[in-house]
C-alpha cells in the first residue's frame, strides 16, 4: 500500500468497501460481450433479485436508480403532490434531502428534530402542516429509527405522503423485528460510496407491487406509459458489476463495523458523553458512531484533539435553515427550536 493510500485512510470517516478485481471483471466482461451498458441490462436484473431479503418487508420489491438523490426524488414524485406543495423535512440533514424537495418544484419546510438524535418530531411535524399539499421526507438519522409509528400516524391522519430518506440505515431492524423498509411509502436507501454497500454512486427503492411498477416507468423517462412523466434515473451496467462484486463481502464488511463499534464501546465507555441510545433487542448502527457533547465547547477541544492524534471525526451536517444557511429565508417552526443546538453537540466517529 502506498503512503498516499495510507494518507487516504486516515483521512476519511467511511473508506469504501472495495471489490474483488476478478468478481468486478466478469459482469463487466458480460457487458462488453453484449454491448448492453445501460436500459436494464443482464446484471442490472440480476441485481434486483440478489440482495438479501432481511433488506426489505413481506410483498415489496426493490427498484434500482443511477443514484442516492434520484430514489428520494422519484418517490417523492409519486405522492401526487400538486405545484406550491410542500415537503416537511430536518434541518439537520445532509442538502441533499431538502434539495430534492426544491428540485421537485415544491417548497422546503423545517419541522424540529427530537431531543436525543436529528429524526424528525412528530409533534413537530404536526405543528407545521399547513392546508397546503405535503408530503413528509424524514431521515433514520446516524441509523437510529425513532418515532415511525409516530410519523406514521401523523401522515395517515393527514393524508401526507410518507417518504423516508433511509441513507443510514441499510440493514436494520427496529425492537419488534420489523425491517426500516417497511415504514414509508417508498423507502429510499442510496448506495453511494461511503455506505455499507454500494455502487459507486446508485440507490434503490423498496415498495409494493403497485409503486415498484410506477418507479420503474418513472425512472426511464415514462416511455413504457405513452407519455414523457419521468426522468433518466436508471441504474448502468457498471454501476450493477460493482455491486454484484461486493455482496459475497457484505456480511464480513458488516461484521468488521460492529467490531469496530464493540472496540469503540470500549474504549469511550469512561468519557463523559452520550451517543444516541438503542432499545434492547435494536440492531446496531452500521454507519455512523455518534457523540454527543454536553456543549459545544468540549466538543471542539475534543474535536481537534483526535485530529492530533490522526483519529478523524467529523461533525454533524450543518444547519440548513435560518442565517447564513442555504435557506435562509426559512426558520425551523418551532417556539424554541432543539435542531441548531442539537447540530453543534454531535461528533460523528
Not at 80 to 104: H, K
Not at 151 to 175: E, K, N, S
Not at 191 to 211: C, I, N, Q, R
Not at 240 to 260: C, K
Request: aromatic share 6%; charged share 20%.
Amino acid at each position: 500500500m502506498s503512503e498516499r493510500r495510507r494518507e487516504t485512510d486516515i483521512a476519511t470517516v467511511g473508506a469504501p468497501m472495495l471489490p474483488d478485481r476478478g468478481r468486478l471483471a466478469a459482469p463487466m466482461a458480460e457487458a462488453i460481450g453484449a454491448g448492453w451498458f445501460s436500459n436494464g441490462g443482464a446484471s442490472h436484473y440480476r441485481l434486483e433479485q440478489a440482495l438479501p431479503r432481511e433488506n426489505r418487508g413481506a410483498g415489496q420489491s426493490l427498484v434500482r436508480a443511477s443514484s442516492g438523490t434520484m430514489t428520494p426524488m422519484l418517490a417523492l414524485r409519486l405522492g401526487g403532490l400538486t405545484e406550491r406543495a410542500e415537503g416537511i423535512t430536518s434541518p439537520l440533514r445532509f442538502a441533499a434531502t431538502a434539495q430534492i424537495i426544491a428540485w421537485c418544484g415544491f417548497r422546503p419546510v423545517f419541522a424540529d428534530a427530537e431531543t436525543e438524535t436529528p429524526t424528525l418530531c412528530p409533534r413537530a411535524v404536526k405543528a407545521v402542516i399547513t392546508p397546503r399539499p405535503a408530503a413528509i421526507l424524514p431521515v433514520h438519522s446516524l441509523g437510529v429509527p425513532r418515532h415511525v409509528a409516530g410519523l406514521a400516524d401523523v401522515a395517515r391522519r393527514h393524508g401526507l405522503w410518507l417518504a423516508y430518506d433511509a441513507a443510514h440505515a441499510f440493514g436494520l431492524t427496529l425492537l419488534d423485528g420489523q425491517r426500516v423498509a417497511a415504514f414509508g411509502n417508498a423507502p429510499a436507501f442510496p448506495l453511494h460510496a461511503t455506505k455499507v454497500l454500494h455502487t459507486g454512486e446508485g440507490s434503490f427503492v423498496v415498495a409494493g407491487a403497485e409503486t415498484a411498477t410506477r418507479l420503474r416507468l418513472r425512472r426511464n423517462f415514462g416511455l413504457e406509459g405513452g407519455r414523457p412523466v419521468g426522468i433518466n434515473g436508471k441504474l448502468s451496467e457498471p454501476q450493477t458489476a460493482m455491486e454484484l462484486a461486493l455482496l459475497p463481502d457484505l456480511a464480513a464488511g458488516i461484521a468488521a463495523r460492529l467490531a469496530l463499534r464493540a472496540h469503540y464501546d470500549a474504549a469511550l465507555a469512561g468519557l463523559a458523553a452520550l451517543h444516541p441510545r438503542r432499545r434492547a433487542g435494536d440492531s446496531a448502527t452500521l454507519t455512523f458512531y455518534a457523540l454527543r457533547m454536553a456543549a459545544p465547547a468540549p466538543h471542539a477541544r475534543l474535536h481537534r484533539a483526535w485530529a492530533v492524534e490522526r483519529v478523524l471525526a467529523r461533525d454533524h451536517f450543518p444547519l440548513l435553515c435560518g442565517p447564513g444557511t442555504p435557506w435562509p429565508e426559512a426558520p425551523i417552526v418551532a417556539p424554541a427550536p432543539l435542531a441548531p443546538r442539537l447540530g453543534l453537540e454531535l461528533l460523528c466517529l
